[in-house]
C-alpha cells in the first residue's frame, strides 16, 4: 500500500454499519474485490471472508469485532472499519465511529430500517458523522425502496435524498438509474461490470420527477445555486456533484444508493460515490483536545503530518503472533518505528517498536505512519481504549469514549487451583480488550466474575477462553446485574468510638441520603464546617461511602442514582483518624440507605420482534406474560414488527420460546434500553435467595 503517494486531500477513512444481516460484510468483501484487494470475495456461508476472521464470526455468519483494512479506488485510498451489527457489540460501533471520517449505513431492503440501524444513527447524529446510505438486497422477495426510504425518512432524517432509483424488483432487479447523470447501469448475466444504457421507459416519469426533488434539495444548501435555480437555471452535473459533496460533509443532505451486494450490483456506483461525497481528513475541522492539567484550555491538531504527533487508541488486541496491538487513528503529525509517544493518562513514555497497517487479521509492517493513517502500533502497553498518544513535548488528551454498564454477569470457576491464576489473567486480557466487559473477583466464593452486554457477548467471551487460553472453567448461569437504589430521602447520626484508655478511635457523622433521577450515579456532597469535620477527613468519608454502596446493601448490588451529603459530624484532636470516618461513613451510609425505603433495579430491555401475521397475538400475550409492554406494531413487507420492552430477566433464553412460538419463523433483538425498579414481591424472592446463596455480607 503505496500510501505515501496518496496526497491527503484522495484520503477516506470510512466506516461501515449496519442492523446484522443487512449485508455489510458481503459489501465490504465486494470492495475488496473490485479494488483488485483479494481476488475472489469471500461468502459467509462458505466462512472464507476477509474481514470476519475469527472462527466465531465464521461459524455464527455475524461480525463480533471491527476489522481494519485499506484498498485504492480511482487515485484514493480508502482506509475501512467493518463494524459488528449485533447489539451486544455496539461498543465496537461507538469506538470504530470515533476515529473515521465518514460512513455508509446499510440498510437491508427487506427488513428496512430496524433497531441497531436507529442506534448507529444516533452515535453518527451525535458525533455529526458525514454519511451515505445504501439500501442493500433489492434482489430477495419482500424488498421494496421506496417502502424503505419511507422509513429511513420517518424514523431516521429527512435529508436523505435518492441519487439512484432501482431497475426492476426482487428477482429481476438488474440495476440502478444514475439520476444525476441521467442514465441506467444494467448488470447482465455474470458480468461483473454493469452497462451504461439509456433510462428505461417505464421508470422515465418517476426518474424524472425525483431527479428535479433531489436537484432542487442540492441547491438549497448553496445560495448561488438557489438563485440560478429560481431563475430557471440548472447547474451543470459537475457543479451538483460539487454542491452535493459540501452538504453531505456539513451534514445537510445524505445521498441514498441501492443494490444487491452479493450479486455485486450497486458496488462499484457506491465506491465512486464514497470518493465523490465522504469527506477527505483535511474536508473537516482539526481534532480538539485539552491540555493536560488544564481540561479548560482548548487545543487543535490538524491533519498535517508537520503537526504536533497526536493519535487515538481506539481497540486493544491480545495478536497470537505479535502480542499487545494497540489500534489507533493518527489525527496528526508523524512517528517512526524507535520513537517515543506520551500517554497523558498514565504519564508514561513509551517506544513504538513495531508498525503495521491492518487487512482483517493479516498485518504489513511499515516504518512510519502519519496523518490520516490506521495502523496497529507493538510496544505502548500503557494504552486502553480511548486513550490518547501523543508527542512528548507536545501533549494533549482528546475526548475519551463513554461505554454503557454491562447488564448482565456469569462467575467463572477453574478447573483447578493451578490454572486459577491462569484463568484471571484471560480474563484481564479479554476485558483490556473490550471495554465493554467488566472482570471482577468474589474472594467469598473464590470465583472470577464476567459481566457484559448480552447472553450472546458473555457466550463469546466464553467461547474465546477455552479457544483462545485453553481454559474450560466452570460457569454459572447468566445472572441479571440488578442495582440497589432509595425512593425517599433519610437522615442519620452515625457515631464510631473505641475509647478504653490511651490512643483510641472516634468519628460522628450527620449524613442525608436522598434519591436521584435513573442515571445520575451516586452524588457525593459535603456540607459540614470545616471546624466539625476537618476537610482532611471528608476524602475518606467518601471512599466509605462510595465502598460500602459499590458492595450493596440490601442485596449485594451496588447502589446507583442516590445522593449522599454530610450534614454535620464531630471529631476527636487525639482519638480521631482518617480510618475512623471512613469506618464511619461506611457504616453511615449503609443505616441511612436501609432507611430510606430502599429497592432493587433491573434493566429493561427493548425488544423489537418480527413474526408472521397470524403470530402476532400468542406473542403479544408472551410478552405481557414476562412482565413486559408492547409500544408499536408497524407492517415490514410480508412480516409484522412489534416493538416493546421487557425486564432482562424475563427475556432469558428467549431465543428458545419464540422459535416455539412462531415454528422458527420469528426473529428478535434485544437491546438494554433503562433500569427500573423491580415489584417489591419479586424483590423479596431475590433478596431471599440472595440469602439462602450467601452472597450477602454479615454487616
Known sequence: MAKKTTSMERVRIMGIFAHVDAGKTTTSEAFLYYTGRIHRAGEIDEGDTQLDWMEQERERGITITAAATAFHWKRHRINLIDTPGHIDFTAEVVRSMRVIDGGVVLLCGVG??????????????????????????????????????????????????????????????????DLLERRALIWHGDDEDPTVEPVPASLEEQATAVRQSLVEAICETDDELLVAWLEGHEPDVETLKGALRRAVIANELVPVLCGASREHIGVQPLLDAIVEYLPAPVDLKPILGSVPDNGDEVIERPDDEDAPFCAAAFKIVTDPHVGHLTWVRVFSGQMGVGDTVYNPR????????????????????????????????????????????????????????????????????????????????????????????QHGYDPETEEETLAGMGELHLDIAVDRLQREFGLAPKISPPEVAYRETVRRSFETVTTY?????????????????????RGEGVVFENEASAADVPKDFIRPVEKGVRDALERGI??????????????????????????????????????????????????????????????????????????????????????????????????????????????????????????????????????????????????
Request: with cysteine.
Open 112 to 177: 428496512g430500517v430496524e433497531p441497531q440501524t436507529e442506534t448507529v444513527w444516533m452515535h453518527a447524529n451525535r458525533d455529526s458523522l458525514p454519511r451515505l446510505l445504501f439500501i442493500n438486497k433489492l434482489d430477495r422477495i419482500g424488498s421494496d425502496f421506496d417502502r424503505v426510504l419511507d422509513e429511513v425518512h420517518e424514523r431516521l432524517t429527512t435529508k436523505a435524498v435518492p441519487v439512484q432509483l432501482p431497475v426492476g424488483r426482487e428477482g429481476d432487479f438488474r440495476g440502478v438509474v
Open 346 to 437: 498514565t504519564d508514561e513514555m513509551e517506544r513504538v517498536g513495531r508498525i503495521y497497517y491492518l487487512h482483517g487479521n493479516k498485518r504489513e509492517q511499515v516504518e512510519r505512519m502519519a496523518a490520516s493513517d490506521v495502523v496497529g502500533l507493538v510496544g505502548p502497553k500503557s494504552a486502553v481504549t480511548g486513550d490518547t498518544l501523543c508527542d512528548p513535548d507536545q501533549p494533549i488528551i482528546l475526548e475519551t469514549f463513554d461505554f454503557p454498564d454491562p447488564v448482565i454477569k456469569v462467575a467463572l470457576k477453574p478447573e483447578s487451583n493451578e490454572k486459577r491464576e491462569k484463568l484471571r489473567e484471560a480474563v484481564r486480557r479479554l476485558s483490556d480488550e473490550d471495554p465493554t466487559l
Open 497 to 517: 468510638k473505641k475509647q478504653s484508655g490511651g490512643h483510641g478511635h472516634f468519628a460522628e457523622l450527620e449524613l442525608r441520603v436522598e434519591p436521584l433521577a
Open 554 to 699: 440490601i442485596a449485594g448490588y451496588p447502589v446507583t442514582d442516590v445522593k449522599v451529603t454530610v450534614l454535620d459530624g464531630k471529631y476527636h484532636e487525639v482519638d480521631s483518624a482518617a480510618m475512623d470516618f471512613e469506618i464511619a461513613g461506611s457504616i453511615a451510609v449503609q443505616r441511612a440507605v436501609k432507611g430510606a425505603a430502599p429497592t432493587l433495579l433491573e434493566p429493561v430491555m427493548e425488544i423489537d420482534i418480527n413474526v408472521q401475521e397470524e403470530q402476532v397475538g400468542s406473542v403479544v400475550a408472551d410478552i405481557g406474560r414476562r412482565r413486559g409492554s408492547v409500544n408499536a406494531m408497524k407492517v415490514r413487507g410480508e412480516l409484522r414488527n412489534i416493538d416493546g420492552e421487557v425486564p432482562l430477566s424475563e427475556a432469558r433464553g428467549y431465543a428458545t420460546d419464540l422459535r416455539s412460538l412462531t415454528k422458527g419463523r420469528g426473529t428478535f433483538t434485544l437491546e438494554f434500553d433503562h433500569y427500573d425498579i423491580v415489584p417489591d414481591d419479586i424483590a423479596e424472592e431475590i433478596i431471599e435467595r440472595r440469602k439462602e446463596e450467601g452472597k450477602l455480607r454479615q454487616r
